[in-house]
């Protein structure tokens, strides 16, 4: 097999490998489309992931399809991008290489590091095993059957103490996706699983918000998170502020001196960068996100940049931009632009700046907040702005029908359609205790939910 760094690069310009297919990498990739420079998308999952709406795969309303696109199919009419399945286990910057899992290597002029980040437990790994995060589908999907699953044990249960503890949720953290997750939740107990149950009653169900600083969504002003609080407890959810974690076990959470029996427990408390700073042998935060300059750019390494939530990146005010979708997005369209200048006509990088449109958080049916800096809004406008932002979002005009569609059919009827219990709950084997497809029939495979 020849070495990869001899191959010949496919055209007079340099090899641009962008790693990770989110916000960040995918926009850099739409914006060098068609400009000529080569470029190799490096992603370990063949689809993008419109994470913003993972919570509501999580609680039944959309299906893990609805809000995912295969990237090839997303770049497949920009002939100089390539799409390469393949996780990344290291970067030889040296030799300008990136080495794949399965043993193979990718050459390099320009690097570009977009690989997101993942769940910090704060030194408590123990506890993903009973409180899981939300930033895949395999989450979403864990979270989904852990919900279902436990109404369907209570429906069946004797006992009415652990009756309660099945139908109780613990959300763990007071940022927008925990606020997002306890609101949803609430909803779909008290609405669309209210007549489906014959000795439950899901109206009945406990959804407890944990948030150990003094105020849920402390990165909105003061009068935001109020109402958000106000709201959610209008809901049925209780909302904890001030109260730390100190322990999570199998259907407990221990809150301060408080014992909480819960049959579901989510984690949204805490998130950390990728490897992608080992990866370099380079300087990062607390958090494992990469320090870079200006431009984007990681100081000491020639050609090799950052980007979205594996960057730490200072905003005009001297402050670390935040981990949201617009600042990734709006990255990667600013860096695909610098970098076709600089590569064609040997423009100097210019610095990037973030443009606020808005932060936003849903906390449930016709409540929502807005954050535009010097205007605020909340509730039913607030509501149909997110609506609209997220669905605006979506990448592919097919996406955006579906998702609005059934957004409007749940408004109207209070329905889920994606209430699927397509994997065993923890502790269950796998295979269900009923006897064997009838002769003529077919299992539906897993992985189609």
């Known amino acids: 097999m020849p070495d990869p760094a001899s191959a010949p690069h496919a055209g007079d ?14 926009s850099l990739a739409q914006t060098l489309g068609g400009s000529g420079i080569r470029v190799t998308v490096i992603d370990r999952r063949n689809y993008h992931l419109f994470v913003p709406l993972l919570y509501q795969v999580a609680t039944a309303a959309l299906s ?30 040296e030799r300008r290489m990136v080495r794949l899992a399965e043993g193979g290597f990718v050459p390099y002029d320009r690097l570009v590091i977009a690989t997101g980040s993942t769940h910090s437990y704060f030194g408590r790994d123990e506890w993903a095993r009973h409180a899981p995060g939300l930033k895949t ?37 007071g940022g927008p996706t925990g606020v997002e997750m306890a609101g949803s939740i609430a909803e779909l107990a008290r ?11 899901p109206r009945a169900a406990k959804v407890y918000l944990v948030e150990a600083g003094p105020r849920i969504l402390p990165s909105f002003p003061e009068p935001l998170a109020s109402y958000a609080h106000r709201a959610l407890e ?24 408080t014992l909480i029996p819960a049959g579901t427990i989510v984690w949204g408390a805490g998130v950390a960068a990728s490897p992608a700073g080992r990866w370099l042998g380079v300087e990062t935060d607390r958090a494992g ?11 000491g390494l020639d050609g090799v940049y950052a980007l979205g939530d594996t960057a730490l990146a200072m905003g005009e005010d001297g402050s670390p931009l935040p981990g949201l979708a617009q600042v990734a997005k709006q990255q990667g369209e600013h860096l695909g632009r610098a970098l076709a200048a600089s590569i064609r006509h040997g423009e100097p990088m210019p610095p ?7 932060n936003t958080a849903i906390i449930g049916r016709n409540a929502a907040v807005f954050d535009f800096g010097r205007r605020q809004l909340r509730g039913f406008l607030a509501w149909v702005l997110w609506a609209i932002v997220h669905v605006y979002l979506l990448v592919g005009f097919e996406k955006r029908l579906l998702v609005s569609i059934q957004w409007l ?17 923890p502790g269950e084997a796998s295979t269900p205790a009923v006897a064997a497809p009838m002769r003529g029939t077919a299992a539906v495979p897993r992985g189609r939910s």
């Not at 399945?85 to 970067?91: F, H, P, R, S, T």
């Not at 369907?152 to 763990?172: K, N, S, W």
């Not at 609405?191 to 009653?201: C, K, N, V």
């Not at 059919?409 to 709950?425: E, K």
């Open 191 to 201: 609405h669309t699983l209210a007549r489906d149950f014959r000795r439950i009653d």
């Open 289 to 299: 996100r990469i320090r870079v300059a200006p431009d984007l750019s990681v100081p």
């Open 13 to 26: 310009f340099p090899h641009v490998v962008v790693i990770g297919a989110g916000f960040a990498g995918l």
């Open 234 to 257: 209008r809901k049925g959810v209780t909302v904890l502020t001030g109260r730390k974690v100190v322990d999570i076990g199998p259907e407990q959470v221990q809150v301060d001196t």
């Open 137 to 173: 589908i395999e989450d979403a999907r864990t979270i989904r059957t852990r919900l279902l699953t436990a109404f369907e044990r209570a429906e069946m249960c004797p006992d009415g103490e652990r009756r309660g503890m099945l139908m109780t949720t613990v959300v763990v953290g």
């Open 64 to 93: 893990p399809a609805d809000i995912a696109e295969p990237i090839r199919h997303v770049l497949n009419r920009h002939r100089n991008v390539e799409v390469i399945l393949g996780e990344v286990v290291g970067i030889d910057v």
């Open 352 to 358: 990037f700046r973030f443009r606020n449109r808005g």
């Open 409 to 425: 059919w749940r408004y109207a009827t209070h329905q889920r359609g994606a209430r699927l219990i397509t994997d065993p709950a």
